[in-house]
């Protein structure tokens, strides 16, 4: 059986010299840049649309390699996928699409994704290359990235606004140290040399307590400031121990007990630190909202850290709130759920999607002390 677009060896073939400007039409009415190779990797055609991209005219760049339209980086490595295909018929070249750096005939650049096929011709074999402009695309996937930061920052500021009273409440404390300690040293100087042991004792006291305020704007500083998103190889336990303090503040503030047991030697998880504390700052606060009808001397808040079976860093939280309701079973994760008269609902379907995109799990059940417990997994890194 012969197909007349086929060769024997069921690839397909290129047009002789009478179809040819037919070819060449269809070739120019195509959306994308098309660009023929033969064998050593030289342009034999070049369509309108890859003119327009590359801002080359067809007559200058036929006969020049394709290697004239990437970067040099991208250029040797298609070399390279081109010799070895050419050697071994196998290779990442062909079938598959691939992102180069695209280079135009001005020297700017531009990221494209480009997909190459195979056609056998009278004169031997070729190669068609699809060519796309990715930068409208790439804009966009870069542009959802800020807009998943900005509301990551967001959040981070509504948390630290409802923890603020017990913040403030926290930086009161040392402050008016420090105002009752300059007092004494303003008295004790009208005594003269005798009292200069104490005044000495005095002046360590006020730097110990500005010391101790600073660093409370410090932690808030780093946890509020506006980044991106960053990963890193972290230690589970230092994360934690790093918000610990604002945390206890909230607790104290709502007479919460919060207990911290965090198992030992657990391995490293390779994050975003601040977001990570930012999921859990969200569960703890939750569980402090959860508990304000709970009588003071039962607010336990306890968040647990282990190793599961399958290797993965887990977060637990559990509270002796109210657990979930009925009504709010189907949809806390969803953005903007809340039943809180002041709540923004955002908390958990942050939470949660932080943790997908970390590879792990968030999800919660009813705990036996009427409560609900809130957990989360990470995968272990493994170290280099
Ligand atoms: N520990 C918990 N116990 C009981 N219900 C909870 C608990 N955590 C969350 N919920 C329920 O899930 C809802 C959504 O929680 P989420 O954290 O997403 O938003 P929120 O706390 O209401 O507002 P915010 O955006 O300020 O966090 C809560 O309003 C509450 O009904
Ligand atoms: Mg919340």
Do not use: W
Request: glycine letters at 8%.
């Amino acid at each position: 059986m012969s197909d007349p677009g086929q060769a024997g060896n069921g690839q397909p073939v290129m047009p002789d010299a009478s179809e040819a400007s037919e070819f060449d039409a269809l070739l120019d009415a195509a959306v994308d840049a098309v660009v023929v190779i033969d064998d050593e990797g030289r342009i034999l055609r070049f369509n309108r649309a890859a003119e327009t991209m590359f801002g080359y005219a067809v007559a200058e760049i036929l006969g020049q390699p394709l290697a004239m339209l990437m970067i040099n980086e991208d250029a040797r490595g298609h070399r390279r996928q081109v010799e070895r295909y050419k050697q071994t018929g196998r290779g990442h070249i062909v079938g598959k699409a691939r992102e180069v750096i695209a280079r135009r005939r001005d020297n700017s650049t531009f990221p494209a994704g480009i997909s190459v096929g195979e056609a056998q011709s009278a004169h031997g074999r070729r190669f068609v290359g699809l060519i796309r402009d990715l930068t409208a695309q790439k804009e966009a996937e870069e542009e959802a990235l800020r807009h998943r930061d900005q509301m990551l920052h967001a959040s981070r500021l509504t948390t630290m606004g409802e923890m603020a009273a017990a913040i403030a409440h926290e930086i009161n404390q040392p402050l008016s140290a420090i105002a009752t300690y300059t007092a004494a040293c303003q008295r004790l100087l009208d005594r003269g040399a005798e009292a200069r042991d104490d005044i000495v004792a005095a002046l360590h006291e006020i730097g110990g307590q500005a010391h101790r305020a600073g660093q409370i704007i410090q932690r808030m500083r780093n946890f509020t400031r506006s980044r991106e998103s960053m990963r890193r190889l972290l230690s589970v336990e230092e994360m934690i121990e790093e918000i610990l303090p604002l945390a206890e503040l909230d607790a104290r503030a709502n007479r919460v007990d919060l207990r911290v047991v965090i198992a030992p030697s657990l391995p490293p998880v390779n994050v975003d630190g601040v977001q990570i504390q930012q999921v859990v700052l969200n569960l703890l606060r939750n569980g402090v909202d959860a508990m304000v009808d709970t009588p003071e001397e039962q607010r336990l808040l306890s968040l647990q850290v282990a190793l599961t079976d399958d290797s993965q860093v887990q977060v637990e939280i559990s509270d002796r709130g109210t657990g979930v309701g009925k009504p709010a079973r189907d949809g806390l994760f969803t953005p903007f759920f809340t039943t809180k008269a002041t709540g923004m609902g955002m908390g958990l379907a942050i939470s949660r999607s932080i943790i997908t995109a970390h590879g792990g799990k968030l999800d919660y059940i009813n705990n036996t002390a009427g409560g609900a417990t809130f957990y989360f997994t990470l995968p272990a890194a493994l170290e280099a």
